[in-house]
């Protein structure tokens, strides 16, 4: 039991320190390169923007991905040039041959380091990549092993999962300048969580299918004005 409680601290303190190294990028990059006036600039827009914080850059849609069949959420965009994300969503899984539906929250890190635009409407996002925490609602999942189980039979928490992911994306601006969102974004990503990776290791006859996962999702961008 010990060794599933400390393996959760561990893999959530991970989680949130390059959660935190997100922002600590985004804000240096932010801060260095510019000069006296470029600052002035972009402190007048930072002043600007304090007052819709808050107020999310998008809201995200996901089919499949270890979070649920379908997810729902909403997302904040931060860094120069917007290319930090932090999304929170909550997913449904169906209940299938269980007794009933399960609820899923999920915080997720997202980095697209730059885009490529191949029309005025399109822009490619060849690389998104990141991480994502991810629990199940219910008394049935546990972060340490109930006393039921012998001392060390499970090492692992059925309620938290740590998961990465790499994959790509692609953008559409709308040209409506009256409408409340400024662009689609499709993307697809390839995934695996810890347990997965820890039996990939354990288990070298295992297939890519057998511990990598597809998502498929549409984010809604939100327009600034």
Do not use: C
């Not at 354990?202 to 600034?224: E, F, H, T, V």
Request: positive net charge.
């Amino acid at each position: 039991m010990k060794s599933s409680l400390f393996n959760a601290k561990f893999f959530t303190l991970i989680f949130l320190l390059l959660f935190l190294s997100g922002f600590a990028s985004a804000y240096v990059k932010d801060t260095v390169y510019l000069d006296s006036t470029a600052l002035v600039e972009k402190k007048t827009r930072q002043l600007k923007k304090a007052s819709f914080t808050l107020v999310p850059s998008n809201f995200v849609t996901q089919f499949a991905g270890s979070i649920g069949l379908i997810s729902v959420g909403a997302g904040w965009d931060h860094g120069r040039k917007d290319q930090w994300a932090t999304e929170f969503m909550a997913g449904i899984v169906p209940r299938y041959d269980t007794d009933r539906a399960k609820v899923t929250l999920t915080l997720r890190q997202t980095y697209t380091p730059w885009k490529i635009s191949l029309n005025e409407r399109f822009a490619y996002q060849p690389l998104r990549t990141g991480l994502y925490i991810n629990t199940m609602i219910g008394d049935q999942f546990w972060f340490d092993a109930p006393e039921k189980y012998p001392s060390n039979y499970y090492t692992f928490s059925t309620k938290l999962r740590f998961n990465a992911f790499i994959g790509q994306g692609i953008e559409y601006k709308i040209p409506s300048f009256s409408s409340y969102f400024e662009g689609i974004k499709f993307f697809y990503d390839i995934h695996t969580n810890d347990l997965m990776l820890i039996s990939r290791i354990q288990n070298s006859y295992l297939k890519a299918q057998d511990y990598l996962g597809l998502s498929l999702g549409l984010k809604l961008q939100i327009r600034r004005r």
